[in-house]
């Protein structure tokens, strides 16, 4: 019954004014029936009144029995034969229904981002699944404390029982902790579990026994806010219990107590009947972060990551439709909680690249939360070390209220930061990766027992394999990109996963000059270069090649928090919120490699991660040291990352954005042309980028079409246009009339997407 836009067929009109209105129905608004929706005329006497996500009363089936449905789409055309069309009885519309927020906010997406009206609102609805999630069951403690204790004593002396102190520790701190919790992020064996068990030290109990996720002693009691802290949290709760609703953006250096302001604010929504999600990027949801929220709000909480399965994800959405939480946290996606009546959003690290989603709707998370928010009468905060120059530009103009947090809570003083120039060690006479000052930094912290994160921005041992002779280099036979080598010889595609065995000589020429480039500069490469420096030191390596398995990353960080080894090395990874407090130097390897990006946010992103890295350093009362390594030491985003000083590197990037017009100064709309053959997709684009020019009525650019920066993936070759303007009303023009264009020029074979403001190059 979908019906599809057929341009040519417009319905009639008389007197010159096009009364008749049409609107796809929803009786079923689930997941998976969003195919199935109806054609309804809407009567003249109900033209002023319905609009998308109304609940309207509809005549349905043979005997015309009365339901319920939902507008999804308004149009003044149907296939429908006009004489058999039924209308529209009446709109009970309700404000408070959850479905009608969703599917008004799904609309909204589809109209801002480019796709159909189905993609974005299966992006918003869960997915139903029938399996069962699997039953809840939580660790709790069997021991009275002092007997824990003594135990806890025994299980520390020994060297074979560290994991069992590690969840004995965290049990006489908790009492009871989530099975789940256990497993993963504290990463103890099952085998484990059941040897405890047996020896009566811990037992393990059904939910549904006992209902506490984490704690019967939970909630704990909170921190004392400090000074700062309070007159933040002061003045956003006064302003939200005299009705102001707004979004904040809480600049607080990196361990200045955000979390404990959101967790106040959080507080205070909840204590008056309404309810919070918290948006964390996934990569830093980790125990800690957790844990603080569940101590705080106990088991009003629940989290969702990317590692549950589409019925534990159900059943949380359930469980939040039911009002059994308050609060959820999550990735992104956690935006569709199906809650009835949000009080407050709230976006941790809202800088991080992560809340882009990748997949249309192309949407982003902070832009969907304001909407959210306006459809609830919610207020949004923001909260970043490094705010996004979109956010922070925002704030400057008012749109956005800013608060600031300078002081580390904990009274812990940001670590020292040395720039090292890595042209000068290079006429020196050293060739190796690490500068002398980093090495001797390094040597330093094994002897006092410290310990030491390295950070690299690549993985792999970056070696692209190429022809000495004739500059030929091996290249995936599916994407356009080379492929690296890697420890044990194969050659892998990191875009597609194909792998092949080295090669000896080159395709080309025949030379048999042929080899990795620039092996020596990843991790794995860095890897095996500490352990030839520092024999005695015990390396842990963190990336993408490290983590494949579930329950890899937990592990990794339990070791390391454990001091079980002295130098982690990894990728971007690694920068995130965790706490170490033995960490007290941060070498940061080649601190240029995202600069050489072409992105206009390489800067922005290159400030971030040096930022973010310098915040792992000296979080506790040990000071903490910051080198870092770079071949451009006067480039202003690593001199801005040296002081630390956000307000001098936005100063200059937001003159280089107002220069360029990139965003926020102006827009950029990215519309993306694939096709499996690389001519049609180039003749496609051609004749889609000349009709959007020719059209144009303001100050917009057309560049293009040229080929992606990754010409082929997956074997299918992709083409770019870029729209770029100052008015984004302008670029959703363009964005419409493309749609338009595709509906009319169906091509087989051809795809087209789009990526407003694009937070990732193609
Ligand atoms: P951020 O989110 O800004 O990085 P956190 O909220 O994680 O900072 O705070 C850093 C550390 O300082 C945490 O261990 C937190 O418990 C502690 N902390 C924050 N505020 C206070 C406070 N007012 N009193 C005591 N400890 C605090
Ligand atoms: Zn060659
Ligand atoms: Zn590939």
Request: proline fraction near 3%; charged fraction near 25%; charge should be positive.
């Amino acid at each position: 019954m979908k019906e599809k836009l057929l341009p040519g067929r417009r319905s009639f009109s008389y007197f010159g004014i096009m009364n008749n209105r049409f609107a796809d129905i929803i009786v079923d608004i689930t997941h998976e029936n969003l195919d199935r929706t109806f054609s309804y005329r809407i009567p003249d006497e109900l033209a002023e009144s319905v609009a998308v996500g109304d609940r309207v009363l509809i005549p349905f089936g043979k005997g015309n029995r009365q339901i319920n449905g939902f507008v999804l789409e308004i149009r003044d055309t149907t296939t429908v034969d006009p004489s058999k069309i039924k209308d529209i009885i009446s709109v009970t519309s309700d404000d408070a229904l959850v479905e009608q927020k969703l599917i008004m906010l799904a609309y909204w997406m589809k109209s801002r981002y480019g796709s159909t009206m189905n993609r974005a609102l299966s992006t918003v609805l869960p997915i139903k699944k029938n399996v069962k999630a699997a039953e809840k069951r939580d660790v709790v403690l069997a021991l009275s404390d002092d007997e824990a204790r003594k135990k806890l004593e025994e299980y520390t002396s020994k060297k074979t029982t560290v994991a069992r102190a590690r969840l004995l520790s965290e049990l006489i701190k908790e009492h009871s902790i989530d099975y789940r919790l256990v497993t993963g992020k504290l990463n103890i064996s099952p085998a484990t579990i059941r040897a405890l068990c047996e020896q009566k030290v811990i037992d393990v109990v059904n939910e549904r026994v006992y209902r506490n996720t984490v704690s019967p002693s939970a909630p704990s009691a909170p921190v004392t806010l400090n000074g700062e802290q309070r007159v933040i949290a002061d003045d956003i709760i006064t302003q939200y219990k005299s009705g102001i609703r707004t979004t904040y953006l809480l600049h607080g250096i990196t361990g200045s107590g955000k979390t404990e302001v959101y967790m106040e604010l959080i507080d205070s929504v909840v204590a008056l009947g309404r309810q919070v999600i918290v948006l964390i990027p996934e990569i830093s949801l980790t125990y800690q972060t957790v844990m603080r929220f569940y101590k705080r709000f106990g088991d009003r909480v629940s989290t969702l990551h990317s590692r549950l399965s589409d019925g534990e994800r159900y059943d949380q959405f359930e469980r939040a439709k039911k009002h059994e939480i308050d609060i959820m946290i999550g990735p992104r996606s956690a935006l569709f909680t199906p809650f009835d009546n949000i009080g407050l959003i709230v976006i941790d690290e809202e800088h991080e690249h992560t809340y882009k989603s990748d997949q249309m709707p192309r949407y982003h998370a902070r832009e969907v939360a304001v909407k959210l928010a306006e459809l609830h009468n919610a207020s949004v905060v923001l909260g970043s070390a490094t705010p996004s120059v979109e956010s922070y530009s925002a704030a400057k103009s008012g749109k956005y209220k800013l608060y600031t947090l300078k002081e580390r809570a904990k009274g812990a003083t940001l670590p020292a930061v040395r720039v090292v120039d890595l042209r000068q060690e290079l006429k020196e006479g050293n060739r190796s990766i690490f500068s002398r000052q980093l090495k001797e930094g390094i040597e330093q912290r094994l002897l006092q027992k410290e310990q030491v994160m390295l950070f690299l921005n690549r993985r792999g041992l970056s070696g692209s394999v190429s022809c000495r002779a004739c500059g030929e280099s091996v290249k995936c036979p599916h994407c356009d990109v080379t492929l690296s080598r890697h420890r044990n010889g194969i050659l892998k595609c990191h875009y597609c996963g194909f792998e092949q065995s080295d090669v000896k000589q080159c395709s080309k020429c025949g030379s048999k000059l042929i080899g990795a480039m620039g092996t020596g500069t990843g991790t794995q490469a860095i890897e095996e270069q500490l352990r030839s420096m520092f024999p005695y030191a015990s390396v842990l390596r963190m990336d993408a090649d490290t983590t494949r398995q579930k329950g890899d990353y937990e592990s990794i960080l339990s070791t390391f928090a454990n001091r079980e080894a002295d130098i982690l090395v990894g990728t971007q990874m690694i920068v995130k919120g965790h706490d170490f407090p033995y960490v007290t130097l941060v070498g940061i390897l080649a601190a240029d490699m995202s600069l050489n990006a072409n992105d206009y946010r390489a800067g922005e992103r290159t400030f971030q991660l040096l930022v973010q890295a310098a915040g792992r350093a000296g979080r506790d009362e040990r000071s903490g040291e910051v080198i870092i390594q770079t071949y451009r030491p006067e480039n202003y985003a690593i001199q801005a990352s040296v002081t630390q000083d956000y307000e001098a590197f936005y100063e200059e990037e937001i003159g280089y954005r107002k220069l360029l017009s990139y965003p926020p100064a102006g827009h950029m709309l990215a519309i993306m042309i694939e096709s499996r053959i690389e001519n049609e997709g180039m003749d496609y684009a051609r004749a889609l980028a000349e009709t959007l020019g020719n059209g144009i009525i303001g100050p917009v650019s057309v560049i293009g079409p040229t080929t992606a920066t990754i010409r082929k993936l997956k074997d299918i070759y992709r083409h770019m246009i870029y729209v770029k303007s100052r008015d984004e009303d302008l670029l959703t023009n363009i964005k419409d009339r493309a749609e338009a264009y595709c509906e009319t020029n169906r091509k087989k074979d051809v795809r087209i997407s789009f990526d407003l403001d694009p937070m990732n190059g193609y």
